[in-house]
């Protein structure tokens, strides 16, 4: 017996909701870049995704196709990297987002954390030596920052590394660490034994010591492999230090440019709500009728597109005050906690919307509902970014 297929086939597929033609300031290499995902998430991604996301498998031949888009490396110069401008990489991360969650954090960690802690921290020889390779995706990054006593409060990291001849040795444990099973080169947050710095390390994998496990039972990016990872006395040589991380400072600034680019992957998960919900109004029917002709109905759609334009907004300018050099870690803080907690909204409206149909993967909007969780939690909890905002508004500190 053949299982039914949906009515609704093209759910997913991308509207438009440029209700405030944002798009006319787009510039010719802008809108290529952002031409050229879009078809990619409506042709490649989204007929298989959610196979991929239920089993809980990663997508390698979507992943593969990352560097033939051109959109690997971000902002960096040279190296083969993207190069991108601060409103192209934002809407790169935008629809990838909108067609999946962990593809999106799957580059979001590879470049935005791995490449960019590479090209901030790294010696002219370093950079040479490894972003090429992972400019082709010929090797895959992971960064290892969190462990798992040490989220929020990161700065009070345990994992050491104690100088040994003419290298260093690591001991520690870290958690959720994106691409940690799977990545080449592990970007490894540690404490000098020695000076008590934070130093960064360039772990070549496999390593005698290095031990990664998939963390399971996860409910949120099932497409992406969370690990947690043992280092036992791995040994690193000097040269695979990071020159110019120094301090926990240099770690943090790496931290604050990808702070940014989780407000896109936001819009991203809200613009996928927002465009199935709609779409499926106007085509299911209930009490002889397209849901959409109810006045409730229309008035929900109207809030979650007031809401979605709003975190438009918020994005455009931060790329903007990004362009001028302006753009500073606080207001990063607050379009992250204001997108991601609007997004939450906008895919709860979206998952009622579509009644029982917006539990089942294949209606687009479930697998969102459930991805935004992660986005709202990683880069800094919605609390701490609150604190952070507070703390410039009010002067005074509500954390150490």
């Known amino acids: ?43 490649e991604v989204l007929p298989g995704i959610n196979d991929y996301w239920e089993r809980a ?34 809407l790169v991360h935008m629809e990838l987002h909108r067609g999946d969650g962990s593809l999106g954090t799957f580059l979001g960690v590879h470049a935005g954390l791995a490449m960019k802690s590479i090209d901030m921290c790294g010696s002219d020889e370093q950079k040479q030596r490894w972003l090429p390779s992972m400019s082709t995706l010929e090797r895959t990054g992971a960064f290892a920052l969190t462990e798992p006593h040490h989220g929020s409060d990161s700065v009070a990291l345990e994992t050491t590394a104690t100088r040994d001849g003419d290298g260093w ?16 080169l592990v970007i490894v947050w540690a404490r000098d034994t020695g000076s008590g710095d934070v130093l960064g390390f360039v772990v070549e994998t496999p390593a005698d010591g290095y031990t990664a496990t998939v963390i399971p039972g996860k409910v949120s990016l099932r497409a992406l492999w969370q690990a947690d990872i043992t280092l036992d006395g791995v040994r690193v040589p000097d040269e695979n230090r990071l020159a110019h991380a120094r301090s ?13 680019t989780c407000a896109w992957m936001a819009l991203g998960h809200a613009t996928a709500g927002y465009d199935a919900a709609l779409r499926y109004a106007k085509e299911r029917e209930q009490f002889g009728r397209p849901l959409a002709s109810f006045q409730i109905v229309q008035d929900r759609l109207v ?39 609007t997004a939450r909204s906008i895919l709860s409206q979206a998952r009622d919307l579509l009644g029982g149909n917006g539990i089942l993967l294949e209606h687009h909007v479930a697998r969102h509902w459930a991805d935004i969780e992660s986005i709202h939690t990683f880069e800094g909890t919605e609390t701490v970014q609150t604190l952070i905002v507070g703390r410039d508004i009010t002067g005074i500190s509500a954390f150490t």
């Not at 040795?169 to 080449?184: E, F, P, Q, S, Y």
Request: charged share 20%.
């Open 57 to 90: 498998e990663l997508p390698w031949h979507l992943f593969r196709r990352l560097p033939e888009l051109g959109i690997v490396g971000e902002d960096i110069a040279g190296h083969g990297a993207a190069g991108m401008s601060p409103l192209a990489l934002g």
């Open 1 to 43: 017996m053949t299982a039914p297929t949906t009515p609704y086939t093209a759910l997913g597929e991308a509207l438009g909701t440029d209700f405030f033609s944002v798009r006319e300031q787009f510039t010719e290499e802008q809108w290529r870049l952002f031409a050229g995902t879009r078809k990619f998430v409506d042709t």
């Open 248 to 260: 926990f400072a240099d770690c943090a600034a790496v931290l604050a440019t990808t702070r940014s």
């Open 303 to 341: 809030k979650m597109l007031a809401d979605l334009t709003g975190m438009q907004l918020y994005c455009v300018q931060m790329a903007r005050l990004a362009e001028g050099g302006t753009l500073s870690p606080t207001v990063a803080g607050l379009a992250k906690m204001h997108n991601t907690s």
């Open 169 to 184: 040795v690591l001991h520690g444990t870290k958690r959720w660490i994106g691409n940690g099973t799977v990545a080449d």
